[in-house]
């Protein structure tokens, strides 16, 4: 069984920083896509930033400039680091794992339980 675990959300002042982290744990042989999504309070949740296993990185335009993705294929981490957090990044922040790969399934997708972020004006 699979599970991703995020942690590092919290309450911040507008202009402060902070960094989510996310671990898959299980029997896990590759992760193919590590992302992140938010999903603000009556919003779609929405792509925030992903990195494949070969690196190719995408981030969203809302919060290019400020946010970055690192991964970990060793340890099937993958990290976000958000700067010059502003109001509008108030979401709780979900960690996905794409084309997962174990001992008993092949190409799953999994979601972690989110973390909230709050960011105050």
């Known amino acids: 069984q699979v599970q991703l675990v995020e942690s590092g959300g919290g309450l911040v002042q507008t202009g402060e920083s902070l960094r989510l982290s996310c671990t898959a744990s299980?029997?896990?042989?590759?992760?193919?896509?590590m992302s992140w999504y938010r999903q603000a309070p009556g919003k779609q949740r929405e792509l925030v930033a992903y990195?494949?296993?070969?690196?190719?990185?995408h981030v969203a335009e809302s919060v290019k400039g400020r946010f970055s993705i690192s991964r970990d294929n060793a340890k099937n981490t993958v990290s976000l680091q958000m700067n010059s957090l502003k109001p509008e990044d108030t979401a709780v922040y979900y960690c996905?794992?794409?084309?997962?790969?174990?001992?008993?399934?092949?190409?799953?997708?999994?979601w972690g339980k989110g973390t909230l972020v709050t960011v105050s004006s």
């Open positions: 996905s794992a794409v084309g997962v790969i174990t001992e008993h399934s092949y190409g799953a997708e999994y």
């Open positions: 299980g029997s896990i042989f590759r992760i193919n896509t």
């Open positions: 990195k494949t296993e070969s690196g190719i990185t």
